[in-house]
Structure formats: C-alpha cells, structure tokens
C-alpha cells in the first residue's frame, strides 16, 4: 500500500491550480517503510491564500523540478498497489491532469479513503486529517505538508483498517477500499453535501475535513 498527499496552489485545478508538493508513503506488512517527497514546479505564483495553508513560498519552488519531471517517478512509485488518501476526491482532481500532460499511464489503483473510514465508524462530524490524528492518538507530524500528511494518513489506515475488520467485518483491502467510498455516499446522501456547501469560507476554500 502507498499513502499519497499533496500541496497545491488553490483549490480547484479547474481554475489552473496545481501541485507543488507530492509525498508517498509506502506499507508493508503493518509498518510504515520509506517517505519520498518532492515539491513540483508550479510555473505560476503561489497565491497568498494558499501560503498561508501550507507555508510554501515562491522562493522555495526556484529551481524545483517540473511536473514532467516528478510524474513518473511518482507513477512508478504508485505501480498498482492501493492507494491511501484523505479525501480522495480532491488529490486525485490535481492528480490525473498532472499525470495526463506528462503522458504517464492514469492511476487506476483501488483507493481507499481515510476520510470514508473516519466517517464510517465515527459519523459525519469533524474528520479533519490533524483532529483524526488527536483523536486516534498518532504521533505528531508537520501539518500541511506532502510528507507529513502522508505519514498521518497511513498510520490512520493502519488504525483504522483493524476496527473496520472487527466491527464490520471487512476481510480484504479491496472490501476496505469499497467501505470507504460507501461511507462518503452515504456521508453525502444523508445531508453531507448541504454541510459543506454550507461551511465553505468567504474565499471559496474548500472546507477541511
């Protein structure tokens, strides 16, 4: 299994928003084994709202390799092990265009969503990666960065996978993969979507969950 993050310029790619930090994190056999990161040359300013999420500058981008560059090296990183990610939807929107104008192969891997597990077992309130990590008692990280929020999302799969066997009797990853995309439509079906149209800022930020 592979645990991916990503920092971006915006929101919504959109409006041309892009990475500029990707982080993996593999697993294997229950324990994290090796971090890569990279930030990605967004060739375009970093907007004052996003800096002010992840404390990435302009000036520590100058002379980062561009996306052709970190593409396949992530994709191969990827192969075709499950995916790990905290709200899914949104990495992989930044994801697929990325891979897409390197021309590296799309992902096609399972996914399985740690906000969709989260959800699952403790209901639709705050899932916010960093108050996931309190209140799973995961050891401190950077917030907002690739790397960090990588780790906090693959010792979350490695806490979570286990309830979710034995309360709910997942027996495979891909049973795993397919509870954490149920969770979220039923998250969404039961009013999930009218809570975050709700909570989203004046500037149009997408809400942290």
């Given amino acids: 299994m592979i645990a991916i993050d ?25 324990a994290i084994v090796e971090t890569w990161s990279s930030l990605v040359n967004p060739r375009r300013p970093v907007p004052a709202a996003a800096r002010e999420i ?31 990610l905290h709200n899914a939807a949104f990495d992989l929107g930044f994801l697929r265009p990325m891979l897409r104008e390197a021309g590296v192969a799309a992902l096609y891997n399972p996914v399985i969503d740690t906000l969709g597990l989260a959800r699952g077992l403790f209901g639709s309130g705050t899932n916010a990666l ?22 906090t999302a693959a010792r979350a799969l490695l806490e979570l996978a286990p309830r979710w066997e034995r309360e709910r009797g997942v027996r495979s990853l891909a049973e795993l993969a397919a509870a954490s995309q149920d969770a979220l439509r039923t998250a969404t079906r039961r009013g999930a979507g009218a809570e ?13 969950f």
């Fill in 6 to 30: 990503l920092e971006t310029t915006g929101w919504n790619p959109a409006d041309g928003h892009v990475p500029i930090e990707i982080a993996c994190v593999t697993i294997e056999r229950g």
């Fill in 54 to 84: 992840h404390g990435i500058d302009d000036a520590m981008l100058e002379g980062a390799p561009d996306p052709a560059v970190v593409a396949p090296v992530f994709r191969k990183l990827c192969a075709d092990l499950p995916l790990i």
């Fill in 196 to 208: 975050l149209a709700e909570s989203l800022a004046p500037s149009g930020r997408l809400p942290t």
């Fill in 130 to 151: 960093g108050q996931l990590r309190l209140s799973l008692g995961l050891g401190p990280e950077p917030d907002h960065r690739a790397a960090g929020d990588a780790r």
